[in-house]
């Protein structure tokens, strides 16, 4: 059994997904250290952190490193293995944003772990090819939600970023053909709700949409890749329908019902408000089989009890890490934006340690990704200051 773990996340924001990764596992785990890794990272520097990490690691008989791994490049994967092959401790990453970060970076660091934690079944296989081992289940918590009886106000709604992909045309699409249509987040006159009024608002919805396409800032191909969303699972939590637009996996998580609630195209989603909203008993009844689906596979606890099972079975891997140019630019890349961000807030111990990383790995520079990462740095940095 696993007593004793570490949890590195690139932010520890607890009223957000993390928060509820967090609510299993610590149900789990009698002593779960949380780390911020960004924020080590800045203040101790690549040294010192990768010092305070292996410290904490002795003193409290560590079992198990989580690793919530964000879109920046901040630790050095050869440290990850380092620690685990010399302590033999066991590495589990979260890999949220799979179906667009694979390539770039997943399956690079995929290699650091001895479970791969991703979020779409469709995903599985992507790693599995690669002969990783892999968990993929999303846990949600019921205590995150704010639950209320409200009235129906809205015949649908979408609360999220307005402004990606295709979902565009969609919502131009919809507010041309519907009134009682509520519309907020990013790009919206709304702008962005707090989690206490986006959940108001969704119960409020006769029903949700939910768009999966993803953005990419390096390639435009991604633009036909979609992904799962932890929305569907929140909708219908709060007892609200959602109708979504179809990604690969779905049929895995939502079960033989799962076309009730997909949409591919425009009219396809237009017939299917029209339909439930003059079925209401049918929208019913599938929001209440939808919610205990969701309850029965996806809720945060029975998540974390299933992951630390599945990792207490797994066999521990000695890790060979393998570069690629590419990879290796892009997390050179990155110690450009740390050195710019030591050297603003006189962090000058800390910016040499990125100098000498850059030194030895001199040859992997692209002098696009420099000019990128200085001034985003530089930038930042200022932000924080003031």
Not at 89 to 100: L, R, T, V
Not at 130 to 142: A, E, H, N, Q, T
Not at 197 to 203: C, G, S
């Amino acid at each position: 059994m696993i007593e004793n773990a570490i949890f590195l996340s690139e932010h520890l924001i607890m009223d957000g997904h993390t928060g509820e990764k967090l609510e299993g596992l610590k149900n789990q785990i009698n002593n779960l250290i949380l780390i911020d890794y960004k924020k080590y990272y800045f203040n101790f520097g690549k040294k010192k952190f990768e010092e305070k990490i292996e410290e904490i690691i002795f003193k409290n008989d560590i079992q198990l490193i989580v690793l919530n791994l964000g879109d920046a490049r901040v630790i050095d994967p050869e440290f990850i293995i380092k620690i685990s092959n010399k302590l033999r401790i066991k590495i589990c990453i979260i890999f949220p944003d799979s179906e667009h970060m694979f390539e770039e970076a997943d399956r690079y660091y995929a290699q650091c772990a001895d479970v791969c934690w991703i979020f779409n079944p469709f995903m599985r296989a992507n790693f599995e090819n690669y002969g990783y081992d892999v968990y993929d289940r999303f846990g949600l918590s019921i205590k995150f939600r704010k639950k209320m009886e409200i009235e129906k106000k809205y015949l649908i709604s979408f609360i999220g970023a307005a402004d990606r992909g295709d979902r565009k045309n969609y919502i131009k699409f919809l507010s041309s053909k519907f009134n009682n249509f509520y519309i907020a987040g990013y790009g919206t006159s709304n702008g962005k709700l707090s989690n206490e009024e986006r959940d108001i608002k969704i119960q409020s919805s006769l029903i949700q949409l939910n768009f999966s396409k993803v953005q990419n800032p390096n390639l435009n191909i991604y633009s036909r890749v979609s992904q799962f969303k932890s929305r569907i699972y929140e909708s219908f939590l709060l007892d609200t329908f959602i109708l979504t637009e179809y990604y690969a996996g779905i049929e895995q998580q939502l079960g033989d019902k799962w076309e009730s609630v997909c949409f591919r195209d425009e009219l396809e989603l237009v017939d299917k408000i029209n339909y439930f909203s003059e079925n209401l008993e049918e929208l019913e009844y599938l929001t209440r089989h939808f919610k205990k689906i969701v309850l029965e596979n996806y809720e945060t606890n029975i998540v974390a009890k299933n992951l630390l099972h599945k990792i207490e079975k797994t066999k521990f891997k000695n890790k060979i890490f393998i570069w690629d140019k590419n990879f290796k630019s892009r997390f050179l890349s990155q110690r450009f934006y740390f050195l710019s961000m030591f050297m603003i807030n006189l962090k000058f111990k800390n910016a040499l340690n990125e100098l000498n990383y850059i030194r030895k790995n001199i040859k992997y520079i692209k002098f696009n990704f420099i000019y990128y990462e200085l001034p985003r740095g530089i930038y930042h940095a200022v932000k924080q200051i003031n």
